[in-house]
Each structure stands twice: as structure tokens, then as C-alpha cells.
T-cell receptor, first 113, second 115 residues
Framework: EAQVTQNPRYLITVTGKKLTVTCSQNMNHEYMSWYRQDPGLGLRQIYYSMNVEVTDKGDVPEGYKVSRKEKRNFPLILESPSPNQTSLYFC????????????FGSGTRLTVV | QKEVEQNSGPLSVPEGAIASLNCTYSDRVSQSFFWYRQYSGKSPELIMSIYSNGDKEDGRFTAQLNKASQYVSLLIRDSQPSDSATYLCAVNGAKGSGNTGKLIFGQGTTLQVKP
């Protein structure tokens, strides 16, 4: 089944404790992206990647890191999480940047206390 | 000015009616436009894409694009209670603008279809 898989689905952590949210897609898509969704603010893009080793900032990159060492994986790293990073996070992938929209993973609900 | 704007709603329509959802965008050279549906607690699901001016139909859904007015709309015919969800408009950055891969979302319109 074609899908984008994120783990974990739920995560509660403490301020300052480094964490990684994993994302993997099995569709051989070139583009991958991370979004966060907050009430009243909608979906905001954190980082995106156009191919292996090629990444760029979205609208809200501060406090996040990403890497794209393999085509299928695009982990999101929070080096020192803070409470304002409590949010619902989505990973997404797309075959192209024009004709295809992103396919989204199931989401990761992160709480930083 | 927000890059992609939608009326947050809720938009309430009776079952069987046509629901009309609207979206405006600010980047005049945007090239690709998408409509997503998101049920509460779920991830966004792509339902329509449109790239050229005019209408594009897929089943009960019709997307309309007017690049001169920077306006995208989604019509849902014969609305069903199962269509009750938040509908997100998304716009892709223009090629050569440095925004390749940057898909920008509106805040979404909540649709309620009443039996």
C-alpha cells in the first residue's frame, strides 16, 4: 500500500530533551515536506526537500532540523524542544512539485511540557 | 495580506444542496492549485487539483480557477453529511521563484451538511 508513515503518533516530552520524528514514504517520491498544524494558524510548512541532500526552509523553520540522506526518509529533529513546539505535525510526500499535491502521513501529536 | 485566504466558516448547507467554497491567493504567478479535505483528527486528503483557467470536474466535485482574479473555488454538488469536514485550499509556489516544493495552505473552511 502506497503510504507515508510517521512515528510516533503521540509523543509527550520535556523541554530541552532532543527528539526525532521519523517519516518514510514507499512511493519513490522526489519531494517531501514537514508541516505543523495549530488551531487558528492552519498548516504551516516547516521544511521541504526536493531530493536527496537538497532541503529548504519553509515558513516556520526555527527550532527544527531535517535531513534527507535517503530518498524514502525525511526525519524531523527538534534539538531542544520548547512548549511552543507543541503541535500536530504532518509529514508529506509528492512525486512532482507541480502536477501532484502532497500525500500526508497520519500525523504526530507532540506535547512539550 | 495572507498568501492564501479562505473564509473559516462554518458554511452550513442542507443535504442535497450545492456547497461553494472559495479561496483567494496573493502570488500572481502561482501555477498549481489544490483542494484538500480534512476530517477532524485526521490528515489532509487531496480531492482536486487544477492548473488551467476554467472548470475541472471529478464526480460531485468541480474546481474552478480564475488566475486573473487570483481566485479558486470548489463546488460540491448533492452534498452529503459525510462531506462535513474542513476544506483546505493550497497553492504551489511559482517555478523559478525559489518556491519549488513550497505548498502554502489556507486556514480552511469548515463545511457542515445537515440531514
Amino acid at each position: 500500500e502506497a503510504q507515508v508513515t510517521q512515528n510516533p503518533r503521540y509523543l509527550i516530552t520535556v523541554t530541552g530533551k532532543k527528539l526525532t520524528v521519523t517519516c518514510s514514504q514507499n512511493m519513490n517520491h522526489e519531494y517531501m515536506s514537514w508541516y505543523r498544524q495549530d488551531p487558528g494558524l492552519g498548516l504551516r510548512q516547516i521544511y521541504y526537500s526536493m531530493n536527496v541532500e537538497v532541503t529548504d526552509k519553509g515558513d516556520v523553520p526555527e527550532g527544527y532540523k531535517v535531513s534527507r540522506k535517503e530518498k524514502r526518509n525525511f526525519p524531523l529533529i527538534l534539538e531542544s524542544p520548547s512548549p511552543n513546539q507543541t503541535s500536530l505535525y504532518f509529514c508529506a510526500s509528492s512525486r512532482t512539485d507541480r502536477e501532484d499535491g502532497y500525500t500526508f502521513g497520519s500525523g504526530t501529536r507532540l506535547t512539550v511540557v | 495580506q495572507k498568501e492564501v485566504e479562505q473564509n473559516s466558516g462554518p458554511l452550513s448547507v442542507p443535504e442535497g444542496a450545492i456547497a461553494s467554497l472559495n479561496c483567494t491567493y496573493s502570488d500572481r504567478v502561482s501555477q498549481s492549485f489544490f483542494w484538500y479535505r480534512q476530517y477532524s483528527g485526521k490528515s489532509p486528503e487531496l480531492i482536486m487539483s487544477i492548473y488551467s483557467n476554467g472548470d475541472k470536474e471529478d464526480g460531485r466535485f468541480t474546481a474552478q480557477l480564475n488566475k486573473a482574479s487570483q481566485y479558486v473555488s470548489l463546488l460540491i454538488r448533492d452534498s452529503q453529511p459525510s462531506d462535513s469536514a474542513t476544506y483546505l485550499c493550497a497553492v504551489n509556489g511559482a517555478k523559478g521563484s525559489g518556491n519549488t516544493g513550497k505548498l502554502i495552505f489556507g486556514q480552511g473552511t469548515t463545511l457542515q451538511v445537515k440531514p
